[in-house]
């Protein structure tokens, strides 16, 4: 019983459907939620019997920026152990870190996918990862969608890249399976970027953040008066992307029988609304993205495997960050000097010994919790580089071990010996070295070839001696 007393959840909001929906989903990993309209009465539930049983506070900037912040300092103040949660339809990166300075433990975009919310709720209360990760970061400072400009010279990651970029030059379906975080809506958007449509429609819809009930009328549209609450006519996001590419984010949620409508519609080519008498001809290319493995799915009658052959005719496999770990230095540098340029912040430096500290954590929430990570060590340094010290949580989880390891040689540089304290042979090395320097250039090739004093041939002929994939 005391368990349960300790899962509460106090929500600060007046918006009674959120608070219903918001109330539903925690409840669903054990969460009591006591919701309050205001802040005065947050402020005062503290004081209280329940107050004092809170593990965790939902704020829902409902009030103007600085007025939300005023109120997280003021609930950190009285209870600094508190997670603090804000929701808000700003994307302004000064936000963040405005709210974060006040103290707020992670900073979500409405409309927030319910797994988002639940991710980032566990992550605030439990010590399975990091605290404080701001999942939505990728939102607020968007990439350009270009291969040439992806970080990360690991073989597997490269080879991924070179089948999306093959693949992108053609009209076929394309399915992107990888853990959440490992770029798949990066590497979509590259796609497009790089595909002869990319002057048509681009649509983006993800499944899981929309409800079963809704999910069809998102794909389909529907007509006036189709179901009960069909007060408007509405268009699916199909029928917007004709012409176009319409990518699907964590199809794995789409529901069997909506499966079966989209198998069946890819086939004919057309889209029939709910509710409506006729169908409509579509030219749509769909890229689908997948956290869990489809073809896993359909062994166990969760997913068509009609749908899969379809939608699955190239499929480019993402690998986790943990996979390779060799890539954060580079992914670390890259970060903060993007963080450097938003609003309220400055370009930092890191040093080695934080980013071994960083190539000896896991990462669960990949290239994704990485960036969110050096975000909010960036808001709070005063130095000019990054140093272990800036990563208190992975400290404590890592332990004295890995907060005080030498370099690695998959994270910092390049290694000349063995652990025996014998020289690496010569091969190894020098794939060391071309891989640091994919990785540092950014995949520019050209770059790299003269950086390295080789020509351009001679470094591909390089990368296939070596083993080493390439995106080029």
């Known amino acids: 019983m005391a368990e349960i007393e300790q899962r509460l959840l106090m929500l600060i909001d007046d918006e009674p459907a959120q608070s219903r929906l918001i109330t539903a989903l925690t409840s669903r990993e054990g969460w009591r939620t006591l919701v309050v309209k205001d802040s005065e009465t947050a402020i005062a539930t503290l004081g209280t019997r329940q107050g004092m049983q809170l593990g965790a ?14 109120l997280i300092a003021e609930l950190r ?90 693949a992108a030059r053609g009209h076929g379906s394309v399915l992107i399976e990888g853990e959440t975080g490992t770029g798949k809506e990066m590497v979509a958007r590259a796609m497009q970027a790089a595909s002869p449509r990319v002057k048509a429609p681009l649509r983006m819809l993800n499944i899981g953040a929309i409800p079963a009930n809704s999910v069809e009328s998102a794909l389909f549209g529907h007509e006036k008066g189709a179901f009960p609450g069909a007060f408007d006519r509405h268009v699916g996001a199909l029928q917007h992307a004709d012409g176009g590419t319409l990518v699907l984010d964590e199809i794995d949620r789409l529901p069997v029988h909506v499966q079966q409508r989209l198998l069946e519609s890819l086939q004919r080519g057309d889209v029939r609304p709910i509710g409506a008498r006729h169908s409509f001809k579509v030219d749509v290319r769909i890229i689908s993205a997948s956290n869990l493995p489809l073809r896993e799915m359909t062994d166990g009658g969760h997913f068509l495997p009609e749908l899969l052959a379809i939608i699955g005719g190239t499929t480019v496999h993402l690998p986790a960050l943990r996979e390779r770990s060799g890539d ?5 540098r890259h970060f903060l000097a993007r963080i450097g340029e938003q609003p309220g912040l400055r370009p930092l ?17 990949n290239v994704r919790q990485l960036q969110a990570v050096l975000f909010r060590a960036a808001v709070f340094c005063d130095g000019d580089a990054l140093t272990a010290e800036d990563f208190p949580q992975l400290s404590d989880m890592l332990g004295a071990d890995g907060a005080h390891q030498s370099p690695v040689q998959e994270g ?27 990785g540092h250039y950014r995949g520019r090739m050209t770059e790299v070839a003269r950086r390295l004093g080789i020509g351009r041939s001679t470094l591909y002929r390089k990368l296939g001696e070596l083993g080493i994939g390439d995106a080029a």
């Open 328 to 332: 954060i230095p580079a992914l670390a």
């Open 77 to 166: 103040a009285r209870r600094p152990a508190l997670p603090i949660l804000m929701l808000t339809t700003s994307a302004s990166p000064l936000l963040a870190v405005e709210a974060m300075r006040a103290g707020a433990t992670d900073y979500l975009i409405k409309p927030v996918a319910p797994d988002r919310l639940m991710l980032a709720l566990r992550m605030a209360t439990t010590r399975e990862a990091p605290r404080d990760e701001l999942q939505p970061l990728t939102e607020k400072m968007p990439s350009t969608p270009d291969f040439d400009v992806m970080i990360g010279a690991a073989p597997a990651f490269r080879t991924a890249l070179a089948v999306a970029a093959k």
């Open 57 to 70: 506070i939902v704020l829902d900037q409902w009030v103007p920026g600085e007025e939300a912040c005023a």
């Open 412 to 438: 910092v540089g390049v290694m000349l010996y063995t652990p025996d304290g014998n020289l690496r042979p010569l091969e190894e090395i020098e794939a060391d070295v071309i891989r640091l320097a994919i």
């Open 349 to 365: 430096g890191i040093t080695d010994a934080a980013l071994s500290l960083l190539a000896a954590y896991d990462w669960p929430g």
